[in-house]
């Protein structure tokens, strides 16, 4: 890698910048800049300098910094391997990031939280995660943000087993880090391409491709040693070790597992201790028995300290005690260890680490002519066997099945959306009543019939537009909620002037914090919704009032209420009953808009939402008109 990619400020100055300044704005930017170093260059100072972002006293910039305190606290968790008290820690600052934050931050926060998600190996709710960072970069594109996105969904292919996805994203998501300019590079991105390439050691490690494995795993090491990254160096020079065994390198492996110990400040008590046996195994092979027992008794000590009593390790440790007892012709001990190995391994669900026990077993008794017990565990060992293959076959058939899931949902959400497409086309067809449209033309008829040319001219104009932008908005699956608002807006316009002659009025009210140029909406969605309440509320009434409030949901959706001061759903079932003119209107435009709802709700995973409500006078209990709540939700506009 280009070193004057690593030109990066010191954390020292920084520091004393820190312990001079008095300006809590500054402090606060300063401790800001600082832990995005030290998350990932010395998470014991983190710890310490992230307690000092609490204490910035700041009331403007209150709801930023404990945004970025519980953000930072979720990083070091994650850098010292406490994935639930990450994860914790991300949904505190998601929360706080619902209101006013901008898209690019929270798609980074999404971003960080779905990295925790797949190592708790929630992988369905990774992809949700990932899903909305992409929404969000959509709006505000970003080359950094989209490489961490493309990487994480490397992960998740990896887990999924469809290694040539996982290859591809992963260099893909590499090659666009490298190729940012000096100024935009941050440790972040560094500490991306580093698991970039233990992602990529992974991968070939589990294909069986150990020089392809090692040389990762070494560019992940040499990336952590230039950039001062080195939170997962020991975790990585421990794999680089594991690869140089599976080649029989034993002075290489040697090398990188003394590395792993020689590493100051390093908390990964794990990674140390899996060293040390793996060092011990690798005495043993070069008949070092005595240094061998020392390093392995180390080993042994650290796993039980961590509370790991009956792990995968410490059977390991007593096979390979056993080997030395029966290279020392020591049978006794051999046989006790061994034994010792079976009823660890017992314990676990590793069926051919158990079967391995029981080969080891078999021979043992058979070299030494107890062949009653060598068939008891050689049978075991076939039996063993067998399951082993069993479970092969069926983590092969849930690999397929996961690739099959996973493809299937992306494919079932863009047919869902093709649906909801093709029920616009009906709803367009549906929505507009003719009856609106005739007294709309007629009206002007007559201002142009009366020579009234300044009301003529501005109604067909309005007219003109509001036909124009239908057809316009026919063609397209979403526009923003600015666009829909002043469709709505023309719509009632002419019902108020044209059509019922002031007999009616309208209000559209928008919450303050909805960006409505920034939000995307089904386009046309809430007008059926609007004629409903003047067909079947209002229609009949001499001071009709129609209100259409917009207000924040959710991160997926926007709340629209229609009120209206009409005779309510009773009257007007009976109207339409008793009135032959009533009983042509059809509210198709609603069901049809409905079912569209409900197929854009599922396509993006939320539920759907219509809920009418009746209301009523509270002492007399007469209708004094009807609310609807409609859930619409926030879709990606086209820029």
Avoid at 205 to 213: H, L, P, T
Avoid at 397 to 422: G, T
Avoid at 457 to 483: G, H, N, P, T, W
Avoid at 576 to 585: I, L
Wanted: charged share 25%; net charge neutral.
């Amino acid at each position: 890698m280009d070193p004057s990619l690593l030109h990066l400020p010191s954390s020292d100055k920084i520091i004393s910048s820190i312990t001079q300044c008095r300006n809590p704005e500054e402090k606060y930017g300063l401790l800001d800049k600082l832990l995005s170093q030290l998350v990932y260059t010395d998470v014991n100072q983190a710890v310490k300098y992230v307690e000092k972002l609490k204490k910035v006293n700041s009331f403007s910039l209150e709801s930023k910094i404990s945004l970025s305190y519980y953000w930072y606290k979720a990083l070091i968790d994650n850098q010292k391997y406490q994935y639930k008290k990450a994860y914790d820690n991300f949904l505190k600052a998601v929360k706080l990031s619902e209101e006013g934050t901008n898209l690019q931050v929270k798609a980074a926060l999404f971003i960080d939280l779905a990295g925790t998600s797949i190592n708790l190996h929630k992988m369905d709710e990774a992809e949700f995660l990932i899903e909305k960072a992409k929404k969000y970069l959509k709006k505000n594109p970003s080359p950094f943000l989209n490489a961490r996105i493309i990487s994480r969904e490397a992960f998740v292919q990896l887990h999924y087993a469809n290694y040539p996805k996982a290859i591809e994203g992963f260099l893909k998501a590499e090659k666009i880090i490298r190729n940012l300019s000096n100024n935009e590079i941050t440790h972040k991105d560094l500490f991306f391409l580093q698991i970039i390439q233990a992602g990529l050691g992974n991968l070939y490690e589990i294909i069986g491709d150990a020089d392809k494995s090692i040389s990762a795993y070494q560019n992940a090491i040499e990336l952590a040693e230039l950039s001062d990254i080195k939170t997962r160096l020991s975790w990585l020079c421990l794999f680089v070790g594991k690869g140089y065994l599976v080649l029989s390198n034993l002075e290489s492996a040697t090398l990188f597992f003394q590395k792993v110990l020689n590493i100051e400040n390093d908390d990964n008590a794990f990674s140390r201790a899996s060293a040390y046996a793996n060092l011990g195994y690798v005495h043993l092979l070069q008949n070092d028995f005595q240094e061998a027992q020392l390093l392995l008794n180390k080993a042994e000590e650290l796993f039980v300290n961590m509370g790991e009593r009956d792990s995968e390790n410490l059977v390991s440790i007593e096979i390979w005690r056993a080997q030395m007892a029966m290279k020392s012709n020591n049978l006794k001990k051999a046989e006790l260890y061994l034994l010792h190995a079976y009823r660890m391994a017992s314990k676990s669900a590793n069926v051919k680490r158990l079967s391995f026990i029981c080969k080891e077993l078999a021979t043992f008794y058979a070299d030494n002519v107890q062949f009653k017990l060598a068939y008891t565990y050689e049978k075991l060992h076939a039996d063993l066997s067998a399951k082993y293959v069993e479970e092969l076959n069926q983590h092969k058939i849930w690999e397929l099945e996961a690739k099959y899931d996973f493809e299937r949902r992306k494919q079932e959400a863009e047919l869902l959306i093709l649906q909801a497409n093709r029920l616009q086309l009906k709803a367009l067809r549906a929505q507009m009543n003719p009856h609106f449209l005739y007294n709309a033309l007629n009206s002007i008829q007559n201002y142009i019939t009366s020579n009234d040319m300044t009301h003529a001219a501005k109604y067909l104009a309005k007219f003109a537009k509001l036909m124009r932008q239908s057809l316009e908005y026919s063609d397209v699956e979403v526009i923003s909620l600015e666009k829909e608002i002043d469709f709505l807006e023309n719509y009632l316009f002419i019902n108020e002037k044209l059509r019922f002659a002031d007999r009616m009025s309208y209000r559209i009210k928008v919450k303050d914090d909805i960006e409505e140029d920034l939000i995307g909406v089904p386009a046309m969605i809430v007008q059926p919704y609007l004629e409903n309440a003047i067909e079947h509320g209002l229609r009949s009434k001499k001071d009709g009032l129609l209100s259409v409030h917009f207000l924040s949901f959710n991160e997926q959706c926007i709340l629209c209420i229609i009120e209206d001061n009409g005779v309510g759903r009773d009257k007007a079932m009976a109207l339409q009953r008793e009135n032959f003119k009533y009983q042509h209107h059809k509210s198709k435009g609603t069901l049809i808009t409905e079912q569209r709802l409900r197929l854009l709700h599922k396509s993006l995973g939320a539920q759907p939402a219509v809920k009418i409500i009746d209301l009523k006078d509270p002492l007399t209990g007469e209708a004094t008109g009807t609310r609807v709540e409609v859930l619409i939700p926030i879709m990606e506009l086209d820029r």
